[in-house]
């Protein structure tokens, strides 16, 4: 029997009354490495069991209890282990081949009526398996190597037909990988057997790597393009033959190709024009589409097939010249992983123009750029898009969510994805690892509005959420988004703006020190003047004159400034620092610059809300340097009839641009002109210990 007492990495410790588990990183270098092992990636629900004194609790990822949907598990398990331990592993169903199936087991996940749950008990058994142990017998094992850890597991729990130890590989990892992919799990999971447990954190030492397939089709036609791709095509429709020699239309894909790939296959395509369609049946496309006689087959990377036979999510890979068409037959091959990403993919122009300089093109901005023009490709209401290898299911996709006005188009549903989309590559950094308070309005301009800081229903597995302290002493859950997939989930839960932390969810720090000291500057008109704020130039010169004078206070103190537009009627002016201080004295230092700039402008600036409101002053804000409190993030649209974002800023074009000037149509080809210009704000942080000290 294993002593705790000797055991490096363990700890005497409490039990823990709610349990944030460890999560995977995705690869960027080969997962197949000594000292690792690997184990099926399962299609199923995280679950963390608590066992003590006979009783089971069972604890979603999110820390909700989940014990009366599994009765029958929260039932077998004390029989299996009569320790006090917290197990950590996965919730299952099987589909009628035996394999793994995520849409058997969501027939489980919300029920709530006793009846309900005892009915699906009978149709829909679970299993449980077990990989990891976090806590036994007043001991904190997270500490402990994965390989002791295991020892430990096996040494507490025995197994059943519905309980059981998921096995691991222990030698090479492609091999691993491949036996799980054929025998239907998603893929594997690489862990590094000499890493500690380390809750609520994805970690380098657990390694997720999905299943993609990949196929050849042969192109039978392609569709118009539009916008930038009008020149060449939009997609190219796709087909394999089945036993009898027939084309059978597989779907079409218009992802994965950058301006060389499209001029190369539109010069593949001249001269194979055709009258008719040579597919079987003749694809349900709507745009105007250019059949071709079947000579060309390309190979694609793709997620599944759809139940209608069309492969789901592809992206194209290569052309094949090595292959005929008559050899593409209608079978599914293996799938292949991907376990590399390039760091970079092209390297920027020099030049010291900003209007010159072209942004880094590194692999998450191809994979958002693919994104877009999926989505610009093709007018279907319904889309599935693959981030990564987790599955986003776009609806409604031509839904107008602004309206169009004098000077605008109308925005829809997709209009508003491709945005989030192109942005992304630039968004992200300023969203990661802060938790967000979010507007949504799932039917845009027109809908109805909340703002939301918690969630209180389902969210999928890539979307990262942490637990923090209320006033109340209670905890609540807080999500991020820390991906682009997240980015894209919350999109098609209707949000339309995003607000965050000043500070950041760490390992090292749980939001207690912010990297940011903000003041939030606005001209605060009477409630019948509201429409025209912010879009009347006399009234934002006012609001652009006092950020200049709050930019030479921050200069006479050494402290550089960063602009933004706030995307309604006001600017944020950022102040990058170490993150040293809590909210409270970083809200102290910037009340005291903030005095500095009353003491000599007070006949135009004000502290007061009240008295900006009733005498027409700006308003010099600091309240947002508080924990828990939020601003608008860089590049978030804003849910106005204007279209707007709320958008980074020279100080040189302070007073030349209104906000009305900075949309989602506007910002994208900023952008890509000139880049983030607040890309370097990590490099300018300072240190305001000293500065709070000589203040005090």
Not at 106 to 134: G, H, P, T, W
Not at 592 to 610: C, E, M, Q, R, Y
Request: charged content about 30%; hydrophobic content about 40%; proline content about 5%.
């Amino acid at each position: 029997m294993i002593d705790l007492s000797k055991m490096p990495g363990a700890r005497r410790a409490m039990v823990p009354v709610k349990f944030t588990p460890m999560l995977a990183s995705l690869p960027e270098i080969n997962f197949s490495r000594a000292g690792w092992i690997y184990e099926p990636k399962l299609d199923g629900m995280r679950a963390i069991a608590h066992l003590s004194k006979g009783a089971c609790t069972l604890m979603s990822r999110r820390a909700l209890k989940i014990t009366d949907q599994y009765p029958s598990l929260a039932t077998e398990l004390p029989k299996l282990c009569n320790r006090d331990v917290i197990l950590d592993g996965e919730i299952i169903a099987l589909n009628e081949q035996g394999r793994p199936s995520f849409q058997h087991l969501q027939q489980r996940i919300n029920l709530m009526r006793k009846a309900d749950i005892a009915r699906a008990e009978q149709s829909v058994a679970v299993y449980y398996f077990v990989f990891d142990i976090v806590y036994a017998d007043g001991y904190d094992v997270t500490g402990m190597k994965l390989s002791d850890r295991k020892l430990l597991l096996n040494e507490v729990l025995q197994q059943s037909k519905n309980v059981r130890i998921l096995t691991a590989f222990e030698d090479d990892g492609m091999t691993a990988y491949e036996v799980c992919v054929e025998n239907g799990f998603e893929g594997i999971v690489a862990k590094r057997l000499d890493a500690p447990y380390e809750p609520g954190r994805r970690s380098p030492h657990w390694i997720k790597v999905k299943a993609q397939q990949t196929d050849e089709f042969v192109v039978g036609g392609f569709t118009q393009g539009s916008g930038s791709r009008s020149p060449t095509f939009g997609a190219l429709l796709l087909g394999a033959h089945d036993e009898t020699g027939n084309l059978i239309y597989c779907g079409s894909v218009g992802s994965g190709f950058d301006e060389r790939l499209l001029r190369d296959m539109c010069r593949r395509m001249e001269g194979l024009n055709r009258h008719k369609h040579p597919f079987l049946k003749r694809p349900d496309e709507k745009k105007q589409v250019t059949w071709l006689d079947p000579k060309i087959v390309i190979e694609i990377k793709f997620m599944d097939w759809t139940r209608d036979g069309h492969i789901r999510s592809p992206v194209f890979l290569r052309v094949r010249e090595d292959k005929g068409p008559e050899e593409v037959k209608l079978d599914k091959r293996a799938p292949l992983a991907i376990v590399q990403i390039p760091k970079e993919q092209y390297v920027p122009t020099k030049s010291k123009d900003l209007a010159e300089e072209k942004p880094v093109i590194d692999a998450q901005t191809l994979v958002c750029q693919s994104v877009a023009a999926q989505l610009a490709a093709t007018k279907d209401e319904k889309m599935e898009i693959v981030v990564d290898g987790d599955v986003i299911e776009f609806t409604h996709l031509n839904k107008v969510m602004f309206p169009a006005t004098d000077d605008l188009k109308k925005f829809t549903k997709r209009d508003f994805v491709r945005y989030i989309a192109l942005s992304a590559p630039y968004s992200l950094g300023y969203l990661k690892d802060r938790p967000l308070s979010v507007v949504r309005s799932p039917d845009g301009m027109k809908g109805k509005r909340f703002y939301q800081k918690h969630w209180n229903f389902q969210i999928p597995d890539f979307v990262e959420t942490c637990f923090v302290e209320r006033s109340n002493d209670e905890d609540t859950e807080v999500a991020m988004a820390n991906n682009f997939a997240s980015l894209l989930w919350f999109i098609q839960q209707g949000v339309m703006e995003q607000h965050v932390w000043l500070s950041r969810i760490t390992a090292l720090d749980f939001g207690l020190h912010p990297d940011f000291m903000v003041f939030d500057l606005d001209l605060h008109l009477p409630e019948e003047k509201k429409d025209q704020r912010g879009y009347h130039r006399e009234s934002f010169e006012r609001v652009s004159e006092v950020a200049y004078w709050v930019k030479e206070a921050l200069d006479s103190v050494s402290l550089k400034a960063f602009l933004k537009t706030s995307g309604r009627s006001g600017l944020h002016v950022f102040v990058p620092i170490e993150d040293t201080l809590h909210h409270d004295d970083v809200r102290v230092l910037a009340e005291t610059i903030s005095k500095f700039i009353l003491s000599k402008h007070g006949n135009k600036v004000t502290v007061d809300a009240l008295a900006a409101k009733q005498e027409g002053k700006i308003l010099l804000d600091c309240s947002p340097n508080c924990k828990g409190k939020t601003l608008v993030a860089p590049y978030s649209p804003r849910l106005i009839k204007e279209q707007t974002v709320s958008t980074p800023l020279t100080w040189d074009e302070l007073g030349k641009h209104l906000p009305i000037h900075h949309t989602m149509t506007s910002v994208p080809e900023r952008l890509n002109a000139i880049g983030d210009i607040w890309k370097d704000w990590p490099n300018n942080r300072k240190n305001l210990e000293v500065l709070l000290r000589k203040n005090k």
